[in-house]
T-cell receptor, first 114, second 115 residues
Framework: DQQVKQNSPSLSVQEGRISILNCDYTNSMFDYFLWYKKYPAEGPTFLIS?????DKNEDGRFTVFLNKSAKHLSLHIVPSQPGDSAVYFCAASALGGATNKLIFGTGTLLAVQP | DTEVTQTPKHLVMGMTNKKSLKCEQHMGHRAMYWYKQKAKKPPELMFVYSYEKLSINESVPSRFSPECPNSSLLNLHLHALQPEDSALYLCASSVGSGRASNIQYFGAGTRLSVL
């Protein structure tokens, strides 16, 4: 049972335009959400996060939006750059006992075309 | 500095071999994690160490044996693995493990092939 889903396996965007990556979750106990970027042969790199008490968090070109009622979050990248081409994972965090656990989505491969 | 260092980068082993994966961080983090990632799949949690004590084992087979000798080091000892254990093994660390907001920082991983 996939608790965190990214329904778009891939996304192609022109350089300079906006990239929107989506993520849905099913568990209402998740209270913190993160986005990671992953290049081939590297580990995931933390990008941006948001607490469940907020609906928006912005860091430079990256903005994450959270809609708790819809159990949906999205990552906006604007303007998109060719170096943004990578797999993007959304992850949800909840305390499992006394230890927080990250549950990852299946990932979206973003290709930014020059 | 958010660097987590994993060695080796690549490992090929037979099903009767014993090998170890190593992970190191010098950020003063007190929680360390092992994940397994198969091709085109998300990372899956295996183990969590908090203050050098094992706090989560996600029902991982005993042929994987974690060890946390000190707060900076995390090892994963491998013995009698199966070909289906071939995967990318990722290590991560965070300041602590008791808050959902503790961000995990990942190493580059060890690509393991079991023949």
């Amino acid at each position: 049972d996939q608790q965190v889903k990214q329904n778009s396996p891939s996304l192609s965007v022109q350089e300079g335009r906006i990239s929107i990556l989506n993520c849905d979750y099913t568990n209402s106990m998740f209270d913190y959400f993160l986005w990671y970027k992953k290049y081939p042969a590297e580990g995931p790199t933390f990008l941006i996060s948001i607490s469940s008490i907020k609906d928006k968090n912005e860091d430079g070109r990256f903005t994450v939006f959270l809609n708790k009622s819809a159990k949906h979050l999205s990552l906006h990248i604007v303007p998109s750059q060719p170096g943004d081409s990578a797999v993007y994972f959304c992850a949800a965090s909840a305390l499992g006992g006394a230890t927080n656990k990250l549950i990852f989505g299946t990932g979206t491969l973003l290709a930014v075309q020059p | 500095d958010t660097e987590v260092t994993q060695t080796p980068k690549h490992l090929v082993m037979g099903m009767t071999n014993k090998k170890s994966l190593k992970c190191e961080q010098h950020m003063g983090h007190r929680a360390m994690y092992w994940y397994k990632q198969k091709a085109k799949k998300p990372p899956e949690l295996m183990f969590v160490y908090s203050y050098e004590k094992l706090s989560i084992n996600e029902s991982v087979p005993s042929r994987f044996s974690p060890e946390c000798p000190n707060s900076s080091l995390l090892n994963l000892h491998l013995h009698a693995l199966q070909p289906e254990d071939s995967a990318l093994y990722l290590c991560a660390s965070s300041v602590g493990s008791g808050r959902a907001s503790n961000i995990q920082y990942f190493g580059a991983g060890t690509r393991l092939s079991v023949l």
